[in-house]
């Protein structure tokens, strides 16, 4: 009602609106729709509340694919539709145990196995302990690592203020400290887990034994921040010591599973694509609600706020939520692989898959000429505290999609507390705060919409 | 060690620095303290969970004016010392009770006395309802609120992107409800609580009877917001239905209690003063981590920056833990009243007292020129995500205060979240994240630095 007596008004008002006044005006309708008409703090709720964790390849994933896909076509897109892609299936089976054994001492740790990691025996591993750490270390280590458990433990560095770049800092050791250690002879390891506080959740997350021979496969896990901290200060009185864990997980044959794809057709260029998507598979530990619940429904959002104010975009936008970004990426792969079967044009991809908080910018990954030009779209943004514009990787999902020339940009939000749930069985739906979701929504809506009404240049 | 290696480096490096990157490297420094090596987060901790709440006049508003003030005194700085003040007491007494009486039915809802109300008789109130959206409203409805419990059920707008220009929209019904129904004879008020989710905790907070004569006090307690929209629900289908609550505050007689003060004495202008401070108070329903204890570890925290880093500030640097901004503002008054009879030059004023989140910027109160120059300061913050200086209130405590000429401003963190917490049970230590806490204790210091070195323009 609102909106059609607002068009009526500017239509009647005798006065031409400028581009300026027209695009502030529609920041505002976007944003008011997501902060008081929204759906995505509901569809999240259903996610993680009544579905929960979405592993690849788990019936709670396919639970999802089969959700997202009913709540899409209630919202009147012109087309919704499943899109096969054959997964990865790892099973983390019995919960792990770990214990630092010192003298006659044992003390129980927080552990979980690193997905893609093979189980221990049935009895468990129990070896003395090196601590590393680099990966680099390891080289300077050689044969004293020898039928050792490595335990890696650089901590994030706190003094960077945007915490993505001290995960990016310290991921080689939970990535690939398994397969570096197992060329000099190491029976296990494990990593401090990727968290900035001190606290007992283990964060899980991919790790690759890369192109080691399966005969040379260890057992991989993380440890919580304050099992870290201990077993680092029990070392030093006690450089003897072992550390014994116990894990059962396995991971099985690949199986089918779907990215979930909508589309609102373009009006005057339909061949040209506009992508917004999340991913729908999370870790196995909790309901995934900031990674990435949240990024699922704000882009299933976006294309509703468009509906709701009856845009019709000019391009064809195109919401998909990608199967399998967290231990094989095979959604994203498979996405491009249809896509380039369909000589399909995209010229713009924007992906949420940096948690919930409240939004703060994009990182473009454009040549020069579109990033300047999107630069001089921030003021339209700052009245909704958006302000940070950034070169910078647009996300996993999108990495492998190709066009004659595309834009990609990935949601920046607040990223102080994204590591004190990211992988870890704290990653639920009450850390989610419904406005921050909401204004994240809206912040991607509106980038979707000045994309799509300017183009990008070619 | 660090630092000092960098000085030296700078010394030997045989060019002459800018001003710039002079000002570059100290924030930095500054940050790197905070991130690295702060005592904030472990003062709150001690605030919020071995003291607890700190209504003015409590033992526990004590406790924590003899804590931080021993804090203080290990920092080294020059000078700590006690500013006496009266301040209210006013006690909640037993927990309150309420329900909506419809028909036959009755059902529980959360409430709490608002602070400053009278108590309700012993054996509490019941009434009929009136729901009103405005206190304009009641003037409309005139003799038939005579007899009622009137029913404010105006909700926080959720369009508004800063939520507390939502809470100003709103809170005239907290302060001014009871008073305003009582000249139409109400018998009570309940209040929908300033909150922008849907939750159980009704949010406590100050309110006014101004001069109405105390024969014509009513009682008058917040309602949660789950509450309200239950009570307006039942009222659509029972305009007949009572309510009924009982609780049994009470205000007392004024008591002594104190502003806690330390001082790092300026080497150049010592008779000029800048004050950084947040208030010591709290509700009584939570510990009030957000509300104010963080203000307060984060204005300490400013001052053992500059003590860590060595810096010796030009202008006398003076922290300020105000007692008693939650009902009644009279530390604040205090310290403007003996900053008077000791004709002492205030040149700059900083508060935080918004929540402990994320910092995104600063409000000013401030002359153009001032401001201005300021805003040239912006490009030194924007590396950590500090982007908004706006012109708007500094804060309650600094309010009071005057001088010569005087520039004052109010830390401004990410707001989505403070109404979630603000004067309700939930505000509570588990809803600090430590990296937030400490950036704003760092963007707090790192503009003290600035007016340190620059001065205002006078």
Redesign the interface.
Known sequence: MKKTFLLAALFFSGVTLTAQSKDEQMFKEI??SS??NSKCYSWLDHLSNNIGSRLSGSENAQKAVLYTKAQLETLGLDKVYLQEVMVPKWVRGEKETAYIMDNKAKTSVPICALGGSIATSKNGLAAEVIEVQTIAELNTLGDKIKGKIVFFNRPME??L???FKSYGGCVDQRYAGAKEAAKFGAVGTIVRSMN??LDDFPHTGNQSYGDLPESKYIPTAAISTNGAELLSKSLKSNSKLKFYFKQSCKQMEDVLSYNVIGELKGSEHPEKIIVVGGHLDSWDLADGSHDDGAGVVQSMEAVNIFKNLGYKPKNTIRVVLFMNEENGGKGGKKYEEVAQLNKENHIFALESDSGGF?P?GFNFESDDANFKRIEGWKNLFE???I??FTKGHGGSDIDALTSKKIVKAGLKP?S??YF?YHHAANDTFDAI????LE?GAATMASLLYLIDQNGIIE
Request: charged letters at 40%; aromatic letters at 8%; zero cysteines.
């Open positions: 944003y008011k902060l008081t706190q003094e203020i945007e915490t900035l506080r409240t703060r009245p909704y505290l302000h940070s607040d102080q507390r004190d705060n419904k406005r921050e204004l």
